[in-house]
């Protein structure tokens, strides 16, 4: 893990994309990078996506998911935690079967009084119901996707994946350059869902290079060959994105 040097009150615009560039994340209340994710006794190696704006492209996957959801509401407002949030998180947590934060509290302050990060929420309700949230991060140029979650009574409506697109949206809106959805985990599959926007636009992060490269399956098993044959002997357990 490794911390940014800036100031704790407050991370800027252009400090966060920098480090997202570099392959970092938000973790609770600072930036941290890995490269490896043990499970179940197993070490897998972790790489880090963003995606081209400019270049996504919506296929008839994407456009079918957004028309399914257009009959809710859908609002973004600057975060603050509410007891709402933390009700649907639970009924969200309560219903999945593998591990997550005890509440939004714990994901992402810690229990810090402080956001160092701009942080926003989109809210998706179904009259007057809240039915799916989605938490992100915003630098100048840059978007982090940090957290999705949904009623469960509303799993047939993708609500995880309709939010990747709605951040999308907004980035684009917004003139950024760069969203960034977290990691994908090489012959791990659980975590392949943050291709579904627009794989022909998202690049993977070389860490041995420093370089963004075209995403493919071919290009990660490469970069997952090179790690584990360099594997440092202690590697952190680690945030995995939204």
């Known amino acids: 893990m490794a911390a940014t040097p800036h100031s704790p009150l407050f991370i800027p615009g252009e400090a966060l994309d920098f480090y997202l560039g570099q392959g970092y994340y938000r973790m609770h209340q600072d930036l941290f ?49 509410t007891q709402e949030y933390e009700t649907l998180y639970a009924l969200y947590r309560n219903s999945i079967t593998f591990d997550a934060p005890p509440t939004i509290e714990a994901f992402l302050l810690a229990g810090a009084s402080h956001n160092v990060f701009t942080t926003e929420v989109i809210e998706i309700r179904d009259g007057g119901l809240l039915i799916a949230l989605g938490i ?25 994946k309709y939010l990747m697109l709605r951040k999308l949206d907004i980035a684009q809106e917004r003139q950024y350059h760069y969203y960034y959805p977290g990691y994908v985990v090489h012959q791990y599959p659980k975590f392949d869902y943050k291709l579904f926007p627009c794989p022909a636009a998202t690049q993977v992060y070389d860490s041995r290079s420093g370089r963004w490269r075209a995403f493919s399956w071919a290009e990660v098993a490469r970069q997952s060959a090179e790690l584990l044959r360099e594997m440092p002997e202690d590697e952190p357990d680690s945030n995995s994105g939204e």
């Open 33 to 81: 990078t890995c490269h490896f994710l043990p499970i179940e006794e197993e070490l897998y190696t972790a790489h880090w996506l963003r995606i081209v704006l400019s270049r996504v492209q919506y296929g008839p996957q994407q456009r079918r998911l957004l028309r399914l959801n257009e009959r809710f509401t859908t609002t973004t407002q600057p975060f603050h935690l």
């Open 136 to 160: 992100f991060d915003s630098g100048l140029r840059s978007m982090a996707g940090i957290m999705n979650f949904y009623h469960p009574a509303y799993r047939k409506y993708s609500l995880g």
